[in-house]
């Protein structure tokens, strides 16, 4: 599975093979790790802490990296929360006729869940998944100020949202407001 493109045009990032090759290596050893820790396991003496010890080390980095995640989401780093507006706002773009549709925000959280709770694709999501990322950034940044839109967006349909409190809520004509969130379907040009 890791040389997949030796037979067909690789179509997954690079970190979907990370795991494939130790995968089926620890399935064909498992059988024996079993054994031998299930013998350590059932003598009276050190080789018991020995078992302890091996087995620890095994799950040592999936424990550091549940515990760090659980912290990270307690301190609030890294967790994505809808506000009652921005779930308001998703139920009214959850349709099906806006499939097709690209989202153009400066809310970078908005971008990226949009895609998870509407058909719309966003101009610019999440950083390390959006092409040409910086471009994005500015293009939006340019578009907040001025209303300056990049050629991109003149042949295909778009929605634009934008806080109220946002340069671009000024002067944003509103197609419709949930709560402090101004949006604006803009279909298909003719």
């Known amino acids: 599975l890791a040389k997949h493109e030796l037979f067909m045009a690789?179509?997954?990032?690079?970190h979907f093979t990370r795991g494939y090759i130790w995968l089926p290596l620890f399935l064909?050893?498992?059988p024996l790790l079993l054994a031998w820790l299930q013998r350590l396991w059932h003598r009276q003496d050190w080789r018991r802490l020995l078992a302890i010890g091996v087995v620890s080390l095994l799950l040592f980095d999936?424990?550091?990296f549940i515990f760090t995640?659980?912290?990270s989401f307690a301190q609030g780093n890294d967790a994505l929360y809808l506000t009652e507006d921005q779930l308001a706002l998703f139920l009214r773009l959850n349709d099906p006729?806006?499939?097709g549709y690209t989202l153009v925000s400066d809310d970078e959280h908005l971008s990226y869940l949009a895609l998870t709770y509407t058909p719309l694709r966003a101009?610019?999501?999440w950083l390390h998944s959006t092409p040409f990322e910086p471009e994005r950034s500015r293009e939006i940044a340019r578009w907040v100020e001025s209303g300056e839109e990049p050629a991109a967006w003149s042949n295909r349909p778009v929605v634009f949202v934008v806080s109220a409190a946002s340069p671009a809520g000024r002067w944003l004509p509103a197609g419709g407001r949930v709560g402090g969130l101004i949006y604006l379907e803009r279909p298909w040009p003719d």
Request: hydrophobic share 45%; charged share 20%.
């Open 123 to 125: 101009w610019r999501s």
């Open 62 to 64: 999936n424990a550091s």
């Open 10 to 14: 690789p179509r997954q990032p690079i």
């Open 69 to 71: 995640r659980i912290w």
């Open 28 to 30: 064909l050893g498992a």
């Open 97 to 99: 006729r806006l499939a």
